[in-house]
Nanobody, 125 residues
Framework: AVDLVESGGGSVQAGGSLRLSCEAS????????MGWFRQAPEKEREAVAI???????YYADAVKGRFTISKDDAKNTLFLAMNTLKPEDTAMYYC???????????????????WGQGTQVTVSA
């Protein structure tokens, strides 16, 4: 298992930017998939961006060109830079890890067994 702690959420106006961080600790694995997911009220949790140990990235269509996922392996930290935010980006954002694989990452939330507590992102029109 791995402990994940997110930070960086907040409230911004449409067109603004935020950068989320997720610090991972307590794990013995050196290679695994990590991702950002979000869940809006009354909606299912969905994958936003996922990165494997080789640096291959997946983005949901809704965020392509606006969000960038990255990681600092030396600091065990995952990032999500969010630009040109829209009201429909409003959601609780979660960091997650899949220790069972380090490439060919899956996108289904159920594949990820370790989750952070979430950080709220609110975008006003």
């Amino acid at each position: 298992a791995v402990d994940l702690v997110e930070s960086g959420g907040g409230s911004v106006q449409a067109g603004g930017s935020l950068r989320l961080s997720c610090e991972a600790s307590g794990h013995g694995h050196s290679r695994f998939c990590m991702g950002w997911f979000r869940q809006a009220p009354e909606k299912e949790r969905e994958a936003v961006a996922i990165i494997d140990d080789l640096g291959y990235m997946y983005y949901a269509d809704a965020v392509k060109g606006r969000f960038t996922i990255s990681k600092d392996d030396a600091k065990n930290t995952l990032f999500l830079a969010m630009n040109t935010l829209k009201p429909e980006d409003t959601a609780m954002y979660y960091c997650a890890a899949d220790l069972s694989r380090w490439h060919q990452c899956q996108r289904a939330p159920g594949q990820f067994k370790d989750w952070g507590q979430g950080t709220q992102v609110t975008v006003s029109a």
